[in-house]
């Protein structure tokens, strides 16, 4: 069953991302004449991203083309996640703590530096998305020790 898979790419800070379920679909993505190095720790990563947005909803995961330097590039999986009516954002996700309940959750940050990391003013960028409005702890609402878009 090939070519039932239709890439659909978009566009985040000047970077072009394809959408991706299936690690297996790699291998379908239109890519520059370079050689493909994509290695299997990335698709390892790649596919625990997947795992994680078929598991979470307003989540979805994208491959950008990454230039290695010669004639080879690499396939860079990030995580997006789409707030209500609001433009998909990359997200990294990590452990926060309710600053009021002590609770421990899982939260997705959309401010961090290595989100960016291969554009220059990567710094700025993840400054920018400090303004992106926080969400509260999901047990009593208290504010999080980290800044995140979603909390579960
Ligand atoms: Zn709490």
């Not at 960016?116 to 992106?132: C, S, T, V």
């Amino acid at each position: 069953m090939k070519n039932h898979f239709l890439p659909q790419s978009f566009v985040d800070c000047g970077e072009t991302f394809y959408i991706i379920d299936d690690a297996a679909h790699l291998a379908d993505l239109p890519h520059s004449a370079r050689k493909d190095m994509t290695g299997n720790l990335v698709k390892e990563s790649l596919r625990k991203k997947i795992v994680f947005c078929q598991e979470h909803e307003g989540f979805f995961c994208a491959v950008r083309e990454f230039i290695m330097g010669g004639d080879r590039f690499f396939w860079c999986p990030t995580l997006f996640y789409r707030p209500d009516r609001e433009p998909a954002v990359r997200v990294s996700i990590e452990n926060a703590r309710c600053t009021a309940c002590g609770r421990q959750v899982l939260a997705a940050n959309p401010a961090l530096p290595h989100l960016y990391e291969f554009l220059p003013n990567m710094y700025d960028l993840a400054e920018e998305k400090e303004r992106l409005p926080a969400v509260g702890c999901p047990c009593c609402g208290g504010k999080l020790s980290r800044h995140a878009i979603w909390a579960e």
